[in-house]
């Protein structure tokens, strides 16, 4: 979902406000920020707490899957099929916002697919709940990121008072990500736009309105027109896996001089500038990422997330799955595994970039770093071979 902070986890030490008192307090905050004092009663006076939305902050923090499996849970047939559907459905609507904005079909419906099923999860009971309940109780119940959910609350209470959405439309995920483009309520307040021309912003019923706020958002991140997320690549034998750093870009022509062809050209130039990166080791895939790779991570920071709309866009462009597979015997890494990987490569004196259980790219950096003092081929993969290896080191 765009927009959404995940936070570390603390605990408070006072005791919890009771949730009454805390409504009464954020319709106060919202009036100082300007949000209309009696707009901010009705909607947020005798709400109750929904529980399910604290339970959903507690089960964040584990997140092990592979990006294979990330990857392949969002990228079916089914899902391929119906985006190829509804690239024709929305032809002319998809033209119009290709000529204004610069963002390609395959890619917005790709995000479409990915965000919300193409709207599939907006009729899901299970999934869907009154955004204002939701922010209301996140602001008030979700200790460590209080003032986030304050702040989104009070954009959703402007969503309101913009008549861009009746109270009863403010529908989202637990965490209040809104219609078919699941924008948090900031996010909406800033990149939303009227694209059928109906005066409302509506990313729940109208489908030019939400396709268009995703190219909005994109073409204000930086997306360049005409060009590709990047492409899966092939490595020549005996590659210099230090090459592999994910920050060092190099026009595609030097790659290919380098012995790295993509596995499809189409869409690419000789003079775009790529790095390369192998998301899961030297037995997986490769990729070369282009610019616009890094505005998908805009839209979520997870690499696995990034990659799934890119692929995802590829498929509709009618390309084939990945020419090399997947690791998929490996064991996966639990948190506290990561967090002990990283504890022993600082130890080592190879800066991990923290002690938090996430692998990015300064963990990876010092995984490689690791793996040349050592002469492994450095491919900066978080394993359970590299952990065990670091363990039995005295
Ligand atoms: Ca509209």
Redesign the pocket.
């Known amino acids: 979902m765009l927009g959404l902070a995940l936070g570390t986890t603390a605990a408070r030490a006072d005791p919890p406000e009771p949730f009454p008192a805390c409504l009464d307090r954020l319709i106060t905050q919202g009036e100082t920020a300007g949000v209309d004092r009696s707009l901010a009663e009705a909607q947020l006076r005798g709400l109750t707490p929904d529980e399910g939305v604290l339970a959903n902050t507690r089960n964040q923090a584990e997140f092990a899957r592979p990006v294979w499996a990330y990857l392949e849970a969002s990228v079916t047939d089914a899902k391929v099929a119906e985006g190829r559907r509804l690239l024709s459905v929305w032809g002319t609507t998809l033209d119009a916002i290709e000529a204004r904005y610069g963002v390609d079909r395959d890619t917005l419906v790709a995000f479409w697919g990915v965000e919300s099923s193409y709207g599939a999860v907006l009729d899901d009971p299970s999934i869907v709940r009154p955004a204002i309940r939701s922010l209301a109780t996140l602001a008030c119940g979700d200790a460590t990121r209080a003032d986030y959910w304050r702040d989104e609350l009070i954009a959703a209470l402007r969503i309101l008072a913009a008549g861009d959405a009746t109270p009863e439309r403010l529908t989202g995920s637990w965490a209040g990500a809104l219609g078919h483009t699941q924008f948090m309520p900031s996010v909406f307040l800033k990149r939303a736009v ?9 990313l729940w019923g ?1 489908v ?2 939400a396709l268009a706020s995703t190219a909005h958002y994109l073409v204000t991140e930086g997306w360049r027109r005409g060009e590709r997320w990047g492409a899966e690549a092939v490595l020549p034998p005996g590659f210099d896996l230090s090459l592999a750093d994910e920050t060092t870009a190099r026009p595609l022509a030097e790659w290919r001089s380098l012995g790295v062809n993509p596995v499809r050209s189409d869409g690419l130039a000789d003079d775009q500038r790529a790095t390369l990166f192998l998301p899961a080791g030297q037995r997986g895939p490769a990729f070369l990422l282009l610019p616009n790779f890094a505005v998908i991570l805009r839209y979520n920071t997870a690499f696995a997330y990034a990659l799934t709309v890119a692929h995802l866009s590829d498929r509709l462009r009618g390309q084939p799955g990945f020419a090399t597979d997947w690791p998929r015997g490996d064991r996966m890494l639990g948190t506290e595994e990561r967090r002990d990987l990283q504890d022993r490569l600082v130890a080592r004196g190879f800066a991990a970039g923290g002690i938090d259980g996430k692998i990015g790219p300064r963990t990876r950096a010092a995984i490689r770093a690791y793996q040349t003092s050592i002469g492994l081929p450095p491919d900066g993969y978080a394993d359970a071979g590299l952990l065990d290896r670091l363990r039995a080191e005295p």
């Open positions: 009227d694209f059928d021309g109906d005066g409302r912003r509506d109208s030019p309105d």
